[in-house]
Structure formats: C-alpha cells, structure tokens
C-alpha cells in the first residue's frame, strides 16, 4: 500500500461516511438559503456522504475557509476527508485544505464560538488523522525549487498547520 492508500485508509476509518450530520448548516449563522455561500454548500455537498465529494465540488464554491462557520462544526468535519482526499489527487489544492483546518489571522489562534465548538466535538483520532494529513503533505506533496531561504505558501500553510495541531493533540492528551 502506498502513502496516498494508507491515508485514505486512515481517513475512512476516522471518518466514517455514517451516519450523516443531522444540522448541516451552523445554528448560529443567520443567513438564508438565499445567501451565495449557503447555496453552494448545498449544492456542492448538500447531503451527499462525504466519500461521494470531489475537489471538483470544492472547486466550484468559494474558499473553504470561507465557507467553514457556515457548517455546523461536526458537517465541517464530516465533510473535512473529502477535502484532504482531493488535495492528494490534485496537490494544486493543498493550500485550501491547509487554510481551511487552521483559524484565519496571522497568530492562527482559535477564536469565537465556532472554532470553540469543533475543538471539542473533534476526537483525539481525528487530530492524528488531520496531524497524519500535514504530514503526508510535508513528505510527499511540498517542492519547493527556491533554494533554501525561501519557502512557498504551501511550504508555511503546512508549518503553521503543524503547530496548529500539534497544540491541539497536546491540549486533548492533557499534556
């Protein structure tokens, strides 16, 4: 089994494709159904089980950073292995799921109601599947031809993602 095999293995076993989230869209977004966002995570992931979704449907709707606090915390994860599924495939698309599993901002510092209620409806498996995924992108989807004091976007996604998780794996083992 190669690298690509054994984190999509990992993925489905982390996240299983049932049962579906019963709220998909975030109790404490306001907006309607009419709302551009809204419409495209309807259209795009509406009620369809994870394992169905392409990076072609994430392609089709805005940044998934964007779109995130839209999802009920536990549809964002649901929906989450999709993502880091197409971003294997196509590693045009690492920085989207990079940017999409850490906060915005430039300390990357949870902040608000949301981030708050995915850190505690994500399991400890979950953090080493998401952790297993920044790896798999360090060792296997990063190049970087800019020589050694330059890194890309990707390059500094993934370091910030790393430190990111690693807090967040810490935090739940009460180290």
């Given amino acids: 089994m190669n690298a690509n095999e054994q984190l999509s293995h ?5 996240f299983p494709a049932q049962p579906m989230p ?22 795009w992931l509406g009620q369809r089980p994870w394992t169905e979704i392409k ?38 698309y690492v920085g ?10 430039r300390d990357r510092k949870p902040k608000g109601l949301w981030w708050r209620e995915l850190l505690e409806t994500i399991s400890l498996d979950q953090c080493a599947a998401i952790r297993a995924f920044i790896a798999h992108v360090r060792s296997n989807l990063l190049r970087s031809d800019l020589g050694p004091f330059s890194i890309t976007r990707d390059e500094a996604l993934t370091s910030e993602a790393e430190t990111f998780w690693d807090a967040q794996i810490a935090l739940k083992k009460g180290v």
Wanted: glycine letters at 4%; proline letters at 7%; hydrophobic letters at 45%.
């Fill in 55 to 92: 990076m072609r449907n994430w392609a089709m709707m805005a940044e998934p950073c964007l779109l995130r606090e839209h999802l009920e915390p536990a549809t964002f994860l649901y929906y989450l292995p999709s993502l880091f599924l197409g971003a294997i495939e196509d590693p045009g």
């Fill in 96 to 105: 989207r799921a990079l940017e999409a599993i850490i906060p915005s901002g």
């Fill in 22 to 43: 019963t709220q998909f869209f975030w109790r404490k977004d306001l907006h309607d159904d009419s709302y551009e966002f809204r419409r495209d995570l309807l259209e």
């Fill in 10 to 14: 990992l993925l489905h076993a982390t």
